[in-house]
């Protein structure tokens, strides 16, 4: 049978209550959620996270709820700085953000630069706030930037992003300049393997993600990405060979929750709306609305828990358990989360969904946050040994 096929078959059901058993394992187990675009959402229209918040894909007492202890920040930097310029400026905006949250709720939240920071946060009962970068573009070519970047608080970076910049071509990009990454960008994989800054390869172009796997020392990660199997053509999602590649590099994908990523139906009606806009013309302002107006004539066709649960099982039949994580991309990806996954409360949904497909309490934790962390460790291992040398 193919692996598909039994992922199709495995996932035939899920049970519609959570159990205590599920609710357990989420509150014994460290989760790790490689990325939340928490940071830009609050630039965007501020709310107090540290409460329960009217909007959003996040808050304190959701989080509580589903048993988030480590979800990483996401600094994300819109392509458009690597042109205009100010990217690094609106980077340590977004974190000075973040520790101002930390400030607000030190009973609540705590930063995290190490995975000790996470372990110690999770056994004083905090929620831990790792930070990940989400586009390169605010190094500005400058290993001192990076550097910078470390020593607040960064521990991974996403090289591009919707756009081709001075690091790596990206996957959304028909420009492809580089042909992979630029020189600045291998030399840049090798002193972050150095510093201890996890690679992210998502949204990378495939040329510059097997340049990655070649380059680097230390194992990289996929923060948010999900499957091509399932979304044929689909290039900002990972192929077979790239999974099976960023496996033998002893990586980690990180499965991201958009409907878009998961859903073949989805990414169809992504692109028949986006064909209206352009036919219509519609301005940026306007966009909201129409699209409003547009699902109640054709609705969006969301994800299951089910169709998420397809991916980490296609995953653990390709590569094995060690390479399968989440990366919800909560907070990111606006009203298009699978119907049963709509915000950080949800994680024990997740949880009953793989002990109804008859995973291990070993397995969920791998998935949960062990898979991750163990990345991350040898990630600080090697850097530390390098800066030994």
């Known amino acids: 049978m193919s692996l598909l096929a039994l992922a199709v078959v495995s996932g035939a ?26 940071p830009y959402r609050l630039t965007e229209e501020w709310e107090d996270v540290t409460r329960a918040t009217e909007k959003g894909d996040f808050d304190y007492p959701r989080a509580v709820k589903g048993g988030l202890n480590a979800p990483f920040m996401s600094i994300y930097i819109p392509a458009s700085y690597e042109k205009s310029g100010g990217g690094d400026l609106l980077a340590d905006k977004l974190i000075d953000s973040m520790e101002a949250l930390v400030g607000r709720a030190p009973d609540k939240f705590a930063l995290a630069h190490s995975v000790a920071d996470v372990e110690a946060a999770f056994n004083k009962g905090l929620i831990a706030l790792p930070m990940g970068m989400e586009n390169g573009t605010p190094i500005g070519g400058s290993f001192e930037k990076l550097k910078h970047f470390y020593d607040r608080g960064i521990r991974y970076i996403t090289l591009a992003h919707s756009q081709t910049n001075h690091i ?15 020189p600045f960008g291998k030399d840049l994989v090798k002193e972050m393997n ?36 399932f979304t044929p053509g689909f290039e900002r999602n990972m192929s ?14 990180m499965i991201n929750f958009g409907s878009s990523f998961i859903s073949s139906t989805a990414r169809s009606w992504g692109e028949r709306f986006s064909a209206k806009l352009k036919e219509e013309g519609v301005a940026d302002e306007k966009r909201e609305d129409f699209e409003l107006a547009y699902r109640e004539k054709d609705p969006y066709p969301f994800a299951s828990l089910t ?20 990366g919800s991309d909560f907070d990111g990806v606006g009203n298009s989360l699978p119907r049963d996954l709509k915000d950080v409360s949800a994680y024990p949904k997740l949880i009953q969904g793989l002990l109804d497909r008859g995973y291990t309490e070993d397995e969920i934790g791998k998935i949960l946050s062990g898979n991750f962390l163990r990345v ?4 600080e291992e090697i850097a530390a040994k390098a800066k030994k040398a």
């Not at 790596?168 to 630029?182: A, N, Q």
């Not at 991350?376 to 990630?379: A, D, G, L, N």
């Open 307 to 326: 169709m998420v649960l397809d991916h980490i099982d296609y995953v653990k039949a390709l590569v094995g358990i060690e390479h399968v994580g989440i």
């Open 168 to 182: 790596s071509d990206s996957s959304y990009d028909l420009r492809r300049p580089w042909k992979g990454l630029s």
């Open 194 to 229: 150095r510093l201890g800054i996890m690679i992210d390869i998502s949204h990378v172009s495939d040329d510059a993600f097997y340049q990655v796997m070649e380059l680097s020392k230390a194992p990289a990660i996929a923060s948010h990405s999900s499957l091509r199997k």
């Open 13 to 38: 059901s899920y049970s519609a209550e959570v159990s205590e058993r599920a609710l357990r394992l989420a509150k014994d187990n460290i989760i790790v959620d490689s990325h939340i675009d928490v």
């Open 240 to 253: 077979d060979e790239m999974v099976k590649a960023l496996a033998e590099n002893d990586g980690v994908i």
């Open 376 to 379: 991350w460790r040898q990630v």
